[in-house]
């Protein structure tokens, strides 16, 4: 598979990818941080906003790799 191939796919994931950790990230808030402090909150949302890079490296590495000669 060509990189410009697997720059289009992982792109495309890397969008999936965002949009369904964003809308599980608000959704568990929503119903399991209602009744927290806000120290509780402010850690659940440092973790989420940075939680998605570590499912997404084997994707950008995978995008990354070289074509086969």
Same mark, same amino acid.
């Given at each position: /598979?060509?990189? +410009?191939? +697997?720059?289009?796919i =992982?792109?495309? =994931?890397?969008?999936?990818?965002?949009?369904?950790?964003?809308?599980?990230? /608000?959704?568990?808030? %929503?119903?399991?941080?209602?009744? %927290?402090?806000?120290v509780?909150?402010?850690?659940?949302?440092? @973790?989420? =906003?940075? =939680?998605? @890079?570590?499912?997404? /490296?084997?994707? @950008?590495?995978? /995008? %990354? +790799?070289?074509?086969?000669?």
């Amino acid at each position: /598979m060509r990189i +410009r191939t +697997r720059k289009l796919i =992982g792109t495309i =994931g890397l969008l999936v990818l965002i949009t369904a950790w964003a809308l599980l990230a /608000m959704a568990f808030a %929503q119903f399991a941080l209602r009744a %927290q402090s806000a120290v509780v909150a402010l850690l659940f949302y440092a @973790v989420a =906003g940075l =939680g998605w @890079v570590l499912p997404a /490296m084997p994707i @950008v590495s995978w /995008m %990354q +790799r070289p074509d086969r000669a």
